[in-house]
């Protein structure tokens, strides 16, 4: 016997006319466009709105509102009545209206909830002095920090030599990973000096991602004790952190050092505290180096004609530098020689094309009419939500011929970088933004493509590179929105010494 049977017909009669009543009181409620505020899309449905249209096919759903209402519309989405700016020409008046459309009250709450580290907001000029750590990812300390990559990295790969001789297989995005994680690691937070063999990857590389695998629910205000381990997986992994463990690495980075000194400056932070800030930062900094790094390999990989200009400009630079191409020879390269490999770059940044697709979200600190080009106006409520979607840029044809396909020297013109692209025939600020806008702009931009750049000139010098599976390896969606794709599966492929 079914459940509905069990229910009598009256019981029943009077669910459904209770559920209706509740349906017509939320569409009675829901809210309505006021005059000069933007066409308003509150969907069917009680408190998601257009969430499950949205979360199916983001840029789809998106550019079938902006067909039907224009450039800027807002969208009732799981509560939260966000307005889309979807012309590129019109992306730099948000980013200059940051007195009103704001950015450290949101980047706060998704912090805290995700690392569960306390607000920082409310400690004297503490915001302040975490931003002025972000002076260390630029000029002479990158040249440091990505030298130090240099050599990790080049650490790691020595290893794989000895095994290398013939054809030897691996799984892409673990091999990545593996790299990544452990040179980059060792590049920001040093190393401890009696931890002989000690591999960061192998201690805690799996708890990294199952909390990685948790870090969109958590941001979407998910409560940690529904996602399984989560919580105690957190709790490792913060525990890494903490001062005693911290102390006891040596060569740490200068944007760590400075990050370390500062929180030891707030005696109301315990130790636990500066701990989950510290792993905040290292999430930041290879939560999306990783995946960029894979997709940056996978697509090239898959473009012979790509990987074969972009493995002769490494070798060209190599050769002009004087520096041999075999195993044991240290590879150096300066701040300007990685700048000039424009083919490399103009690669990345094509993979950064597809898989990028960080929101840049702004809250509205009160009611205010946003001025866009050719005297448009929009009104804002007070707790509005403004967002920019990238990939409706990187995916419009106007701005970008052909957009579905991978062309790795789209961004080379003349043998020189390629920075003119552009919408109505006007040419773009803002045209690949996989770092963000304005104030919430990525901090450690510079430093990731340098990770990147470095990752894939080792790879290339020291190995011959094949994919060895046919299948096409898709986005996983769980991060829309939240930056870097991650791939939906791995791949087989195989590396063997060059000649
Ligand atoms: C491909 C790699 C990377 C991508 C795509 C990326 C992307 C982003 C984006 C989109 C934001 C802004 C978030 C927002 O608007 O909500 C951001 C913030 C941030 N990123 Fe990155 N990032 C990358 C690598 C790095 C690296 C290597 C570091 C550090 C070494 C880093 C450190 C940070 C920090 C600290 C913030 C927060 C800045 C603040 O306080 O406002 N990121 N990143």
């Known amino acids: 016997m079914g459940l509905l049977e069990l229910i009598s017909p009256r019981t029943y009669g009077l669910a459904l006319a209770t559920a209706l009543a509740l349906w017509a009181l939320c569409v009675f409620c829901r809210r309505k466009r006021r005059p000069g505020e933007a066409p308003l899309i509150n969907g069917w449905i009680p408190f998601l709105g257009e969430a499950l249209n949205f979360r199916n096919d983001p840029t789809k759903f998106l550019l079938s509102l902006q067909q039907k209402y224009g450039d800027v519309f807002t969208v009732h989405l799981a509560g939260k009545y966000i307005t889309f700016i979807t012309n590129p020409l019109q992306f730099v008046y948000v980013t200059k209206n940051s007195k009103y459309l704001q950015f450290k009250e949101l980047a706060d709450q998704i912090s805290t909830k995700a690392f569960d580290h306390p607000t920082t907001l409310n400690l004297p000029d503490m915001d302040e002095n975490v931003h002025k750590a972000y002076q260390y990812l630029l000029g002479r300390p990158l040249d440091v920090l990505s030298d130090s990559m240099m050599g990790n990295l080049q650490g790691l790969f020595e290893k794989m030599f000895s095994q290398a001789t013939d054809w030897e297989m691996g799984n892409m995005n673990k091999f990545c990973f593996s790299l990544m994680f452990e040179a980059s690691f060792l590049t920001l937070y040093g190393k401890d000096p009696s931890a002989v063999d000690y591999s960061i990857v192998e201690a805690i590389g799996d708890k990294f991602n199952k909390f990685d695998a948790s870090f969109s629910y958590l941001a979407a205000s998910v409560p940690i004790e529904l996602l399984g381990a989560a919580k105690s997986i957190r709790k490792e992994l913060i525990s890494m952190f903490l001062p005693e463990n911290m102390s006891r690495w040596l060569g740490a980075s200068e944007v760590v050092q400075f990050r370390k000194d500062l929180f030891d400056m707030y005696e109301v932070l315990s130790d636990r505290n500066?701990?989950?800030?510290?792993?905040?930062?290292?999430?930041?900094?290879?939560?999306?180096?990783?995946?960029?790094?894979?997709?940056?390999?996978?697509?090239?990989?898959?473009?012979?004609?790509?990987?074969?200009?972009?493995r002769d400009e490494i070798d060209h630079l190599l050769q002009s530098t004087g520096q041999e191409r075999k195993p044991g020879n240290c590879i150096h390269l300066t701040r300007e020689q990685l700048d000039n490999l424009v083919y490399l770059e103009s690669a990345i940044n094509e993979s950064f094309r597809f898989c990028s697709s960080s929101t840049n979200i702004r809250i509205a600190s009160e009611d205010f009419i946003l001025k866009l080009e050719g005297n448009q106006e929009v009104s804002l409520r007070k707790g509005d939500l403004v967002a920019i979607y990238p990939p409706i840029l990187h995916m419009d044809p106007e701005v970008y011929e052909d957009p579905k396909k991978y062309k790795f020297d789209r961004y080379v013109e003349d043998g020189k970088k390629k920075t003119t692209f552009y919408k109505q025939g006007r040419k773009l600020k803002y045209f690949l933004m996989p770092f963000g806008s304005g104030i919430s702009k990525c901090p450690g931009r510079f430093f990731a493509?340098?990770?990147?750049?470095?990752?894939?000139?080792?790879?290339?010098?020291?190995?011959?590179?094949?994919?060895?599976?046919?299948?096409?390896?898709?986005q996983d969606k769980s991060r829309i929105g939240l930056g870097i794709l991650l791939p939906d599966t791995d791949i087989a492929f195989r590396y063997k010494l060059r000649n």
């Open 449 to 474: 493509v340098n990770e990147i750049k470095l990752f894939l000139v080792l790879l290339l010098t020291y190995f011959d590179v094949e994919i060895t599976e046919e299948k096409q390896v898709g």
């Open 274 to 310: 500066k701990a989950a800030h510290h792993f905040a930062f290292m999430w930041a900094s290879v939560g999306n180096t990783i995946p960029a790094t894979f997709w940056a390999m996978y697509y090239l990989l898959r473009h012979p004609e790509a990987l074969a200009v972009v």
